[in-house]
């Protein structure tokens, strides 16, 4: 069974299979996430994995435009039912790495997404990244540190390969007990 397959079976059995609305831990990370965003108005955000769209919701509060992109059928439509009044979200069905949008923006953001990727696919998207960081845009990653099941990587050896190939860039360590969040901003 293809990923995108597997998390559609999984939003066919919860439309929050997360508790991405209930959640203490969600609304501490999200809270968290919001304040590691640069200062001011964001012009543009694309958001990687953006699930149901609890987190985009918001996120479109801080930004003009928001791209949000999920592989996930399900959770799109989802996604779209909850933000069908905000006008400033595009909501987008894509695989990433490998369906990355061309267009620049002026904050990306990994929630809980790039711990799923295979090391192929994790190395193109940090090649990904870090074009975006040359270009001018910020990249924030937040990542669970639990033990998951299918995972190929844990939360922490993303984070810290991060850290190593951006190295560069990076300009907060915003590490909790539940989860690990870093942004890199460009020079």
């Not at 991405?20 to 694309?46: D, F, I, M």
Request: charged share 30%; with cysteine.
């Amino acid at each position: 069974m293809s990923s995108a397959a597997r998390f559609d079976e999984i939003y066919a059995r919860s439309e929050d299979p997360w508790d991405y609305e209930t959640s203490a831990y969600e609304r501490e990370k999200y809270a968290a996430t919001l304040a590691a965003l640069p200062q001011g108005p964001v012009a543009s955000a694309l958001e990687l994995g953006c699930s149901i769209g609890a987190f985009t919701q918001l996120l479109a509060e801080r930004c003009e435009r928001v791209l949000a992109l999920d592989f996930s059928e399900r959770a799109l439509a989802l996604a779209r039912k909850r933000l069908s009044e905000t006008r400033n979200v595009e909501l987008r069905q894509a695989r990433f790495p490998d369906e990355a949008p061309d267009e620049r923006f002026r904050v990306v953001l990994c929630s809980e997404i790039l711990y799923y990727l295979k090391a192929p696919a994790l190395a193109q998207a940090i090649g990904w990244l870090a074009e975006q960081l040359l270009h001018g845009s910020s990249v924030l990653v937040v990542s669970w540190r639990g033990v998951g099941r299918e995972e190929p990587f844990l939360g922490d050896e993303v984070h810290d390969r991060l850290v190593c190939e951006l190295g560069l860039w990076h300009a907060f360590d915003g590490r909790q007990e539940g989860y690990r969040l870093d942004r890199f901003d460009p020079r």
